[in-house]
């Protein structure tokens, strides 16, 4: 398991490293008998992923690090990169009961919603309108995340974001048949598929969750 950890910092340094800590959380709160060695795992991916400098001076997370220096390589600052650090914090402040989780993870989700967001609240990645397959995920990790932070410690603000962003979607991003597609704050772009459908049921599921 050692190795793994290094396997997985050295292929994706910023994604799966975010998913590592938030799968071994969520073991941690889970599975009864290991929970003692996941959380050892939650704890050594955090410690490494705050130290490794993906984490900028304005707390938010650029797309890895640079190949030799291994330096934050300044990349794009994508929703989801600040989306599953947010559930993976959660988990980790709930197993451990220490708040101060928490506290990094709302100081990441309130750059990011600084970072991410026009000026009427609603979130963008900088792709947008040629988000790609994956791209077009993004927004909703994001959004499903920033439930489970506020889930746990409520925030007004976020409670807002998510209706704001839920609300925009349904009367701005919507075509017949209850199509949603790439870009909340609209217009409708096609195509419409279950990549961009399922990322804004995310935002609508988490607007419902939170009101
Ligand atoms: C860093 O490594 C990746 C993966 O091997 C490669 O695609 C990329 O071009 C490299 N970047 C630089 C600046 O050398
Ligand atoms: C978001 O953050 C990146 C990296 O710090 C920065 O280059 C970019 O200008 C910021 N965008 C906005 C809209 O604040
Ligand atoms: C789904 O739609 C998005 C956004 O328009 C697009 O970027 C993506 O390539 C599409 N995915 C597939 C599998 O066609």
Not at 8 to 29: G, P, Q, S, T, W
Not at 54 to 71: P, Q, R, S, W
Not at 94 to 110: E, G, L, M
Not at 139 to 146: D, I, M
Request: proline share 2%; aromatic share 8%; with cysteine.
């Amino acid at each position: 398991m050692a190795s793994l950890l290094s396997i997985v910092a050295m292929v994706d340094k910023r994604l799966a490293n975010e998913l590592f800590l938030d799968v071994a959380a969520h073991l941690a709160n889970r599975v009864d008998p290991k929970a003692e060695y996941y959380l050892d795992w939650a704890k050594k991916e955090w410690n490494w992923f705050k130290g490794s400098g993906m984490i900028n001076a304005e707390h938010l997370i650029n797309d890895g690090l640079e190949n030799v220096t291994c330096k934050n390589n300044g990349g794009t600052v994508w929703s989801y990169n600040q989306g599953v650090v947010l559930g993976g914090l959660t988990e980790l402040s709930r197993s451990t009961q220490d708040k101060s989780y928490i506290k990094v993870a709302k100081r990441i989700a309130d750059a990011a919603i600084g970072n991410l967001t026009d000026s009427n609240g609603i979130l963008h990645d900088v792709c947008e309108p040629d988000c790609g397959a994956d791209g077009s995920q993004f927004k909703g990790v994001f959004a499903r995340n920033l439930r489970i932070l506020h889930q746990a410690s409520p925030e007004a603000r976020y409670a807002t974001l998510l209706e704001n962003n839920a609300n925009s979607i349904w009367a701005n991003d919507r075509a017949k048949r209850d199509r949603l597609s790439l870009i909340w704050s609209g217009p409708f772009i096609r195509p419409a598929n279950a990549s961009t459908q399922s990322s804004a049921m995310d935002a609508l599921v988490a607007a419902l969750a939170t009101s």
